[in-house]
């Protein structure tokens, strides 16, 4: 199938997750990403594990694997002559550049914004940064978790306020790559009509308050500070986290109607409890009283019952499960590749799907090992650049 993003270049000096996994979204899409990485030691996620995997003279770090499909990679070294000159060049054949280094650095490396836009005026620059680019504290460093605690991520997750919980994947860098995307096709679609490229700016901070949704206006509008109450709603009982005879499940009762059947059919058919502003207010009391409901009954029993009546429910699965899962593999949620050192490996798949098929259908290439394109990439810029 003809991808989105077919023929689109970009050069992606990022590194660790954010800017990485804006160029693997990308590149799902269809764009050619080259991955610049540091020559001996490369991105710094090739290191960070266990688990590796792989032969003892080729590991590879899993958690490079996860964000790096779909990607050539050059090793440069950008202080040297040969490095800045293999990157000016490929500038110049760029459409997208993304990284995400501290703020000045890429200037002091001699590729300011000015620079970029001088070799190549098309050029659209992604740049994220921890806490953004400019204000009283721009140019911090940012890590993930750092910024989930700094953006008040925490303060709204785990089980009461005096336990705040990081979210179990690194959601921040993962939204600001996001978002990252996003920003980079919107620029690519307007250079359709203007004919030069901008900067767009996102950071992990941006990304984090981006998301904030109903808990932001509490503040905002309404000047409540939200506080963490573990696996329920704040604003809809009951919605959330309930226990079986054998498990846990979670049930979404998100309307007047299914409370109407729910209700009766748990024997929580009472006067008091019959708007969601009175379960709201009354939450712990109808949180026991379903979970009191449930006790007895089997997940394989209670989950089709639920079904039945239409309310939304379902288990909670580990990830062995997700992954065995027939709706997962229906959906093209896993991606098998054939990887030069370590085989056929499978990974998680693009979560986009198109009408005409799935992303991974034209084959999306494993994440590469490092400067594994080093010579073909020097080797199509001199093709191009002979042919002038």
């Known amino acids: ?67 790096n499909r779909g990607k050539e990679s050059v090793a440069l070294d950008l202080k040297s002559e040969d490095g800045k000159d293999v990157l000016t060049r490929l500038v110049r054949r760029a459409d997208v550049l993304v990284e995400n280094f501290r703020t000045g650095v890429l200037d002091r490396l001699g590729f300011s914004v000015e620079r970029l836009h001088e070799l190549n005026p098309r050029l659209v620059v992604l740049s994220i940064t921890g806490f953004g680019h400019d204000g009283p504290e721009g140019g911090r460093a ?14 709204l997750t785990g089980p009461s306020p005096d336990e705040p919980t990081k979210v179990g994947v690194p959601i921040g860098d993962l939204l600001a790559g996001m978002y990252g995307a996003y920003g980079v096709v919107s620029a690519l679609y307007e250079r359709e009509r203007t004919g030069r490229g901008r900067v767009v700016r996102t ?11 109903f808990q932001g206006t509490r503040w905002t509008v309404a000047g409540q500070v939200p506080r963490a109450i573990g696996n329920h709603h704040p604003s809809i009982t ?19 109607g299914l409370w109407r059947r729910f209700a009766p059919a748990f024997g929580l058919d009472r006067e008091d409890w019959a708007t969601n502003a009175q379960r709201v207010d009354d939450r712990d009391a109808v949180i026991a009283a379903v979970d009191e409901a449930f006790s007895s009954v089997p997940l394989a029993d209670l989950l089709p019952r639920l079904a039945e009546i239409g309310i939304p429910a379902g288990e909670v699965r580990t990830l062995d499960r997700v992954y065995a899962w027939e ?7 896993l991606l ?53």
């Open 1 to 67: 199938m003809a991808r989105p993003l077919d023929g689109v270049v970009v050069v992606d000096l990022s590194r660790a997750l954010a800017g990485p996994h804006a160029g693997m979204m990308l590149a799902d899409l269809g764009a050619r990403v080259i991955k610049v990485e540091t020559p001996g030691t490369g991105d710094d996620t090739r290191g960070w594990g266990p688990p590796f995997v792989g032969p003892e003279d080729a590991r590879e770090s899993t958690y490079f694997l996860s964000c």
């Open 142 to 155: 940012g890590y993930d978790q750092i910024a989930q605690g700094e953006a008040g991520l925490m303060a």
């Open 203 to 213: 950071s992990l901070l941006a990304a984090v308050v981006g998301v904030h949704a």
């Open 238 to 256: 009951p919605y959330g986290l309930f226990h079986a005879a054998d498990g846990m499940l979670q049930i979404a009762v998100g309307s007047e």
């Open 327 to 333: 709706q997962t593999r229906s959906q093209g949620l």
């Open 336 to 388: 098998d590749v054939e990887h030069p050192t370590l085989g056929t490996v499978t990974l998680p798949g693009p979560p986009l799907r198109f009408d005409d098929g799935f992303l991974g259908d034209d084959g999306i290439a494993a994440p590469p090992t490092l400067d594994q394109h080093g010579a073909a990439v020097r080797a199509w810029l001199d093709e191009l650049e002979a042919g002038e």
